[in-house]
């Protein structure tokens, strides 16, 4: 069964930077990272295939890589130039549904980690 644990969230000041990561208990070719702020739907902001990022949402391009270690399964988010309005609840996916080609979708996932708060301050 593909369990998801996400790690490496906490408070920084805007400029900063953050490293977030994502234990899986199954190797898989297809993840992505999502965001939630309260009260607000879950967005889809980077993607990857193997080892190969395919896709970045336009507000975190430049700024944010997605990168996948297959040895660890272990997924990755390295955050950079961090802006306040980055502020949200971060989320590990995987597990794609019937032929989605939408892999920043939110219905395109089947299982999701229980999430890392990220906090930007300044």
């Known amino acids: 069964q593909l369990q998801l644990a996400e790690s490496g969230g906490g408070s920084v000041q805007a400029g900063g930077s953050l490293r977030l990561s994502c234990q899986t208990s199954?190797?898989?070719?297809?993840m992505a990272w999502f965001r939630q702020v309260p009260g607000k739907g879950r967005e889809g902001i980077a993607t990857?295939?193997?080892?190969?990022?395919?896709e970045y949402a336009d507000d975190v391009k430049g700024r944010f890589a997605i990168s996948k270690d297959s040895a660890k399964n272990t997924l990755y988010l390295q955050m950079n130039s961090l802006k306040p309005e980055d502020t949200a609840m971060y989320y590990c996916?995987?597990?794609?549904?019937?032929?989605?080609?939408?892999?920043?979708?939110?219905?395109?996932?089947?299982?999701w980690g229980q999430g890392t708060q990220v906090t930007v301050s300044g």
């Open positions: 996916v995987a597990g794609v549904v019937g032929r989605s080609y939408l892999f920043l979708a939110e219905n395109t996932y089947n299982t």
């Open positions: 199954i190797n898989t070719a297809r």
């Open positions: 990857i295939l193997g080892d190969v990022p395919t």
